[in-house]
């Protein structure tokens, strides 16, 4: 009987644990299809308030308890002052302002759709002398994809717009196509600069698929419809056209980053080659050496800095994955730096 009772419990919580999976799943499904249907909301965070809160909360931190009250009534005048000097700013002259955009590549520069709507929408409120600065971090990767995004930030210098590109870690290939658009360029000393020039790698298992006796038929309209195959036999033919479309994007490439920074030596510069920061400077790939929070900083005390970013609404669902994300990512970065860890211990 006590053997009947345990299994009957063992399967009603099986049931419940399934039953709870089942009902996790379909919420998720049903937020995951309310984030698709949801319109992208835009986040606005005005950097110089950002910056003013954490030194008073650093500085009542290091404050003795007895004298935080009278910092508190400090802090409160300062802030009325503030309020009436930009009242009266706003009846003579508009402050400058700084919107800062970041866009983080990936191969297929998937951010770009986002990107443009968050170009779109600065452009359509910014004034002549406002200054768009944009913290870029990309290695490259496709051609069409990355040409669609430098082509986002040329609509900025279009609409007479100043643009700064910082690069605190690495802008090279598709990325440095993406930089070269920008009136100024900042570089961390030892950010990843240039890389101008293309690389194509096509496996090809032709001599292993015939060794099995494994004909491929590969048919065509058209000479150059397809040069370099993976299954079937390349010829030398196709790998000079293959050769031939890859030196023509590499002028393109040139073409378009000397047209943008017209004092380098192109021919000299589009080798492939990539530069840190401090070093890209005297080549003129860079126009100065610093770090994006120190420019920032720096502008903050001119002008009103706004950090601008559209993204999905953030809902439950979203939450989750980006925890799932971070989490994954942390783990995996936890292992790389042990196993890095374990070969200095071996040494």
């Given at each position: 009987m006590s053997e009947w009772v345990a299994e009957v419990a063992m399967f009603a919580v099986q049931t419940t644990i399934v039953m709870a999976l089942l009902g996790i799943g379909l919420l998720l499904f049903a937020h995951s299809k309310q984030d698709k249907e949801s319109d992208l909301k835009l986040y606005i965070e005005p950097l110089n308030n950002?910056?003013?809160?954490?030194?008073?909360?650093?500085?009542?931190?290091?404050?003795?308890?007895?004298?935080?009250?009278?910092?508190?009534?400090?802090?409160?005048?300062?802030?009325?002052?503030?309020?009436?000097?930009?009242?009266?700013?706003?009846?003579?002259?508009?402050?400058?302002?700084?919107?800062?955009?970041?866009?983080?590549?990936?191969?297929?520069?998937?951010?770009?759709?986002?990107?443009?709507?968050?170009?779109?929408?600065?452009?359509?409120?910014?004034?002549?002398?406002?200054?768009?600065?944009?913290?870029?971090?990309?290695?490259?990767?496709?051609?069409?994809?990355?040409?669609?995004?430098?082509?986002?930030?040329?609509?900025?210098?279009?609409?007479?717009?100043?643009?700064?590109?910082?690069?605190?870690?690495?802008?090279?290939?598709?990325?440095?196509?993406?930089?070269?658009?920008?009136?100024h360029i900042k570089a961390a000393p030892f950010a990843v600069i240039g890389s101008i020039g293309v690389v194509a790698q096509v496996p090809n298992i032709h001599r292993l698929l015939k060794r099995h006796d494994i004909d491929v038929e590969l048919l065509t309209a058209g000479k150059y419809k397809r040069t370099l195959t993976v299954l079937g036999e390349n010829t030398e033919e196709g790998k000079a056209k293959f050769l031939e479309d890859l030196e023509n994007t590499h002028r393109l490439f040139k073409s378009y980053v000397a047209e943008r920074r017209p004092t380098m030596d192109i021919d000299t510069l589009a080798t492939g080659e990539i530069w840190y920061g401090s070093e890209a400077l005297p080549q003129l790939l860079v126009d100065s050496v610093g770090t994006s929070e120190a420019y920032l900083v720096e502008r903050m005390a001119q002008a009103r800095v706004y950090a601008v970013k559209l993204e999905p609404p953030k809902t439950v669902s979203r939450k989750l994955g980006l925890a799932v994300s971070a989490g994954v990512e942390k783990a995996a970065l936890k292992a790389l730096g042990l196993i890095d860890a374990a070969g200095w211990q071996r040494r």
């Amino acid at each position: 009987m006590s053997e009947w009772v345990a299994e009957v419990a063992m399967f009603a919580v099986q049931t419940t644990i399934v039953m709870a999976l089942l009902g996790i799943g379909l919420l998720l499904f049903a937020h995951s299809k309310q984030d698709k249907e949801s319109d992208l909301k835009l986040y606005i965070e005005p950097l110089n308030n950002q910056r003013r809160r954490r030194g008073r909360r650093l500085r009542l931190a290091a404050t003795l308890p007895a004298a935080r009250k009278k910092l508190m009534k400090a802090f409160r005048t300062e802030d009325k002052k503030r309020q009436k000097g930009h009242k009266h700013e706003h009846d003579a002259v508009q402050e400058s302002r700084v919107w800062v955009l970041d866009f983080h590549g990936d191969l297929k520069a998937s951010q770009t759709e986002h990107f443009a709507q968050e170009v779109s929408a600065i452009i359509d409120v910014a004034n002549k002398d406002d200054e768009v600065v944009v913290r870029l971090e990309s290695a490259g990767g496709l051609v069409h994809a990355y040409g669609l995004a430098a082509a986002q930030l040329d609509r900025l210098r279009v609409a007479g717009l100043t643009t700064t590109v910082c690069i605190d870690k690495v802008a090279a290939s598709g990325g440095y196509l993406m930089a070269c658009t920008a009136q100024h360029i900042k570089a961390a000393p030892f950010a990843v600069i240039g890389s101008i020039g293309v690389v194509a790698q096509v496996p090809n298992i032709h001599r292993l698929l015939k060794r099995h006796d494994i004909d491929v038929e590969l048919l065509t309209a058209g000479k150059y419809k397809r040069t370099l195959t993976v299954l079937g036999e390349n010829t030398e033919e196709g790998k000079a056209k293959f050769l031939e479309d890859l030196e023509n994007t590499h002028r393109l490439f040139k073409s378009y980053v000397a047209e943008r920074r017209p004092t380098m030596d192109i021919d000299t510069l589009a080798t492939g080659e990539i530069w840190y920061g401090s070093e890209a400077l005297p080549q003129l790939l860079v126009d100065s050496v610093g770090t994006s929070e120190a420019y920032l900083v720096e502008r903050m005390a001119q002008a009103r800095v706004y950090a601008v970013k559209l993204e999905p609404p953030k809902t439950v669902s979203r939450k989750l994955g980006l925890a799932v994300s971070a989490g994954v990512e942390k783990a995996a970065l936890k292992a790389l730096g042990l196993i890095d860890a374990a070969g200095w211990q071996r040494r």
